[in-house]
């Protein structure tokens, strides 16, 4: 057969195959399709949601790896070569002694890291390598529009079990990462199993991009419905054409609606980027402000006269400020629990470190998921691995009108 008609034949038929099918029979469907291409022993690997670990989705059951070989079912990110592909977003090979055993190939959705696909082909050549692509490419949208509706799929990236906060959470927010040719976005939230008052939000909408981050009072359910209030009440302003400040008015409204004065309240920054002209704009709600990072070595901290936040009812006035970005800048919205994080002495992450971080590791070069998850690991660390308030981080990169390349 000829290699080109193969591939179309995989594509099609995995395309065809997936109308009818559940997240349990995709290892089978990947199986039996990709050895039209030449792609044999296909292993679908996802990615833990702190992104330490890539599972192996069997099709069988529930755990991770149930029926496989457990050298298989799990593998590390940190130190080894599918979490080494994996952090840099590039296919390599297993090198065997008579060649190539096997290549790791990303699976992505857009821009958002799924996990790996592990692959056996019978040659290396490029346009076998296109193809395990192709592959790919399929296999993380079949992944993508059954996840939502899969309890195998939640299983199999949890390592451990969540509270009743966090799966509100997570299954209100969007995805953790989103580039196009304009802006890169990706966003952080720990503690993933336990998360309470945390949540962020971003949406486009033409040349405008929503930003915005919340920190409720709290750290238990209570907290996590505020917080899930008032990101929809955010969405729903937002969505019926209304400006910043009247968005932040809209969700104080609702709060105090549901909650009347009773300390149920959220602190946020809502902001909005115009992709053509890169202004920024912004309200603050009590909330720290955001960050501004320039030509990897300039940073400043946008100054906006702050109003109280949600559901206090104060009756001080809401500013909406701008910022004239650069292309190339890049802007960080965070909570507290990013730069309040003691260690053992006491002694804060802080914002300086914080940013350091950011403006090194984007230094080295690496993608922007892979900063913000190596800055979760290094706060985690620093507070001992276990935090003691919600830590989220939304960080959004403006490419400009005249640059084209994905930083990804």
């Known amino acids: 057969?000829?290699?080109?008609?193969?591939?179309?034949?995989?594509?099609?038929?995995?395309?065809?195959?997936?109308?009818?099918?559940?997240?349990?029979?995709?290892?089978?469907?990947?199986?039996?399709?990709?050895?039209h291409a030449g792609l044999y022993d296909v292993l679908i690997y996802l990615t833990d949601l702190q992104r330490e670990v890539l599972r192996l989705l069997t099709g069988h059951g529930t755990n991770a790896g149930e029926d496989a070989d457990p050298e298989l079912a799990e593998l590390r990110i940190d130190g080894t070569l599918a979490g080494r592909a994996f952090q840099d977003v590039r296919v390599l090979p297993k090198q065997g002694v008579g060649g190539v055993d096997w290549?790791?190939?990303p699976l992505l959705d857009g821009t958002e890291r799924l996990g790996m696909l592990r692959i056996s082909a019978r040659e290396a050549d490029e346009r076998t390598q296109q193809n395990m692509r192709h592959l790919a490419s399929v296999v993380a949208l079949m992944v993508v529009s059954k996840r939502g509706h899969s309890d195998s799929y939640a299983r199999l990236v949890r390592t451990r079990p969540m509270n009743v906060a966090a799966e509100m959470q997570w299954n209100l927010l969007p995805p953790l990462t989103f580039a196009n040719e304009e802006v890169v976005i990706a966003a952080a939230l720990e503690p993933a199993y336990e998360i309470g008052g945390d949540a962020f939000e971003y949406a486009l909408a033409g040349e405008k991009v929503?930003?915005?981050?919340?920190?409720?009072?709290?750290?238990?359910?209570?907290?996590g419905l505020t917080s899930n209030l008032a990101l929809a009440a955010c969405r729903n302003y937002r969505r019926q054409g209304a400006d910043l400040i009247r968005v932040s008015e809209g969700i104080e409204e609702v709060l105090i609606e549901e909650f009347g004065l009773a300390n149920r309240f959220a602190t946020a920054i809502l902001a909005e980027l115009n992709t053509r002209t890169g202004m920024f704009s912004w309200v603050n709600r009590g909330h720290h402000p955001p960050v501004v990072i320039r030509g990897g070595r300039w940073t400043?901290?946008?100054q906006?006269?702050?109003?109280?936040?949600?559901?206090?009812?104060l009756g001080l006035p809401v500013t909406l400020c701008g910022e004239q970005l650069e292309p190339g800048d890049r802007v960080l919205l965070y909570t507290d629990g990013i730069t309040e994080a003691r260690n053992s002495?006491?002694?804060?992450?802080?914002?300086?470190?914080?940013?350091?971080?950011?403006?090194?590791?984007?230094?080295?070069?690496?993608?922007?998921?892979e900063t913000l998850r190596r800055l979760i690991r290094s706060v985690l660390e620093y507070h001992d691995g276990l935090l003691q308030d919600d830590a989220s981080v939304l960080f959004v990169e403006w490419h400009g009108g005249g640059h084209r390349k994905l930083r990804l």
Do not use: Y
């Not at 997936?18 to 995709?26: T, V, Y």
């Not at 906006?304 to 009812?313: K, R, V």
């Not at 002694?347 to 971080?357: A, N």
């Open 1 to 35: 057969m000829d290699p080109s008609e193969g591939c179309a034949r995989m594509l099609a038929g995995l395309v065809q195959a997936s109308h009818l099918s559940a997240m349990e029979q995709l290892p089978a469907l990947v199986q039996e399709h990709a050895a």
């Open 103 to 105: 290549w790791w190939v």
């Open 210 to 223: 929503h930003l915005s981050i919340f920190d409720a009072m709290g750290h238990d359910a209570s907290a």
């Open 300 to 302: 400043t901290s946008l």
């Open 304 to 313: 906006c006269p702050p109003a109280h936040p949600m559901g206090l009812d």
């Open 345 to 369: 002495k006491g002694q804060e992450f802080g914002l300086e470190r914080f940013v350091d971080f950011i403006i090194r590791r984007s230094a080295d070069g690496l993608p922007v998921p």
